[in-house]
């Protein structure tokens, strides 16, 4: 129990290193392999696989397994393929950035695929936790479940948002539905969600001096034990799993949207993306739970159901806008210096002075990008190689403000800082003046993102599927 218990505490730390990494790249931009967090993500990984490894070892050992039974332990081999699926997702990722550009959106093939392998070892950790007797541990394992569910919202609740954020609620709600049905499969403490919501709340609390200690920018803490709190009393209500379709997308915009606005970097979800946010968020737990459980004991005939929810996803059609925005440590490029900037912000409107260290000639603009935005305004040029400019945004947040300055293909550079809107701010930094990377489209890209994200859906369908008890013990 001690090695899993290991494994478990090593993944909540390398969870809490993907939240630093991500400030990082949000304050600072492009860092080096040998950064602080990314020694941190995979020492505390190496040692989650390895405390997960010398557990599987055990367990062969213990229960006197050969090679053909070990193999068929849906414990032992969800273990290889989660590891395994994570020891892909790096060099997958590297491959992806040499032969395609750099790609630094956290839904990109490579990185959505490491994010759902981390959670299939979540779930398998509580799985084995609750093989191994449960007790205690299993609030460390379904705490570390409920917190991998939330790594693909990472960038809205630290507000550097790359999408539209009528997708942040339901993200956030597809992912914790699917937390709650794998928890209560393993776990059947009538409270086991309010118990891991709890975890995850702490582990949030920790993270965030931290970070605020290092002088970064900070996630929110999410209003997670308020919806765990509603399902769980509903539970003990409705025993039907299927009523977390209904209840955690209900739950979540009533805990999330009136608290994101007051939340220090949470990405505020517009009143008028609220009810398309609602009903993305019921059709997404609604598909999740199917994957999970199957389809609810219902009177409707099967044709029926299928043509309500084909209705309601033509009915959501119009309202899927959601495009990506090149910010957020978009990759950055060839170094080529380093520019100064004042940044003025007064509410909405943004004014600066850049200083590029080296000459540039060609036309100058003043970019501003959040969510899929993209505002451009001119910058002018004044003597000894100062450029002044304003931009006003649309909407308050953390807006990522380029310089660029056009000259031949090779000769264009850009530079960025981030800047927050709705409030009043100075900034004075040197940031680094590049080469943007450049990204390769094309045959071998598309096959590549089908592959990847093949994979990766292959995986959680998978991983929502297993351990139910209408499944044989070969096929869990």
């Known amino acids: 129990m001690n090695r899993l218990i290991t494994a478990a505490a090593s993944g909540l730390l390398a969870l809490f290193s993907m939240y630093w990494d ?45 090679l053909r039974e070990a193999a068929a332990d849906p414990l032992l081999r969800w273990a290889v393929i989660s590891a395994g699926s994570i020891g892909i997702s790096a060099p997958a990722d590297a491959a992806w950035h040499t032969t395609f550009g750099r790609d630094a959106v956290l839904w990109s093939p490579p990185h959505l695929l490491a994010i759902i392998a981390t959670f299939a070892l979540a779930v398998t950790l509580l799985r084995a936790i609750t093989a191994e007797g449960g007790g205690r541990p299993m609030v460390l394992g379904g705490g570390l479940v409920l917190a991998a569910s939330l790594a693909p919202v990472m960038e809205y609740e630290s507000d550097v948002p790359q999408f539209s954020a009528v997708w942040f609620l339901p993200a956030a709600a597809t992912g914790i539905t699917l937390a709650i049905a794998l928890i209560r499969r393993f776990d059947a403490h009538p409270w086991a969600v309010t118990r891991a919501a709890l975890v995850v709340t702490a582990v949030r609390l920790a993270v965030i001096p931290v970070l605020a200690g290092l002088g970064h920018s900070t996630p929110i803490v999410p209003p997670v034990l308020a919806v765990a709190l509603v399902a769980d009393l509903v539970r003990r209500w409705r025993t039907s ?84 925005a090149a910010a957020h440590d978009p990759g950055q490029g060839t170094d080529a210096g380093q520019a100064q900037w004042r940044a003025t912000v007064r509410g909405s409107t943004v004014d600066v002075t850049v200083t590029p260290e080296r000459s540039t000639s060609g036309r100058a603009t003043l ?25 006003t945004v649309s909407e308050s947040g953390r807006w990522f403000v380029y310089a660029t300055f056009s000259g031949s293909r090779a000769s264009t550079t850009e530079t960025w800082i981030p800047v927050e809107t709705g409030s009043s701010q100075l900034l004075r930094e040197a940031r680094p003046l590049y080469v943007p990377a450049q990204q390769k489209d094309g045959a071998g890209r598309t096959a590549a993102t089908v592959a990847l994200y093949g994979l990766a859906a292959v995986i959680l ?12 013990p070969a096929a869990a």
Not at 268 to 297: C, K, N, R, W, Y
Not at 375 to 390: E, F, I, K, M, W
């Open 461 to 472: 369908l998978a991983i929502a599927r297993s351990g139910r008890r209408s499944s044989s």
């Open 22 to 66: 991500d400030s990082l790249h949000t304050d600072v931009g492009r860092d080096t392999f040998w950064s602080a967090p990314h020694a941190l993500l995979y020492g505390s990984l190496t040692v989650t696989l390895a405390a997960t490894a010398w557990w599987g070892v055990g367990r062969i050992r213990s229960q006197g397994l050969g």
């Open 241 to 324: 799993p299927w009523w977390s379709a209904l209840v955690v997308p209900l739950a979540v915009h009533a805990a999330y949207v009136p608290l994101l606005p007051v939340l220090p970097h949470g990405t505020t979800v517009a009143a008028d993306q609220v009810v398309p946010s609602l009903l993305l968020s019921l059709a997404g737990s609604a598909l999740i739970m199917f994957a999970a459980e199957g389809l609810p004991h219902t009177r409707l005939p099967l044709v029926r159901t299928a043509g309500l929810t084909v209705a309601m996803l033509t009915l959501m059609l119009p309202l899927l806008s959601a495009g990506r």
């Open 367 to 391: 970019v501003a990008r959040r969510a899929g935005e993209k505002l451009t305004a001119p910058l002018t040029p004044s003597r000894n190689g100062v450029y002044q400019g304003d931009i």
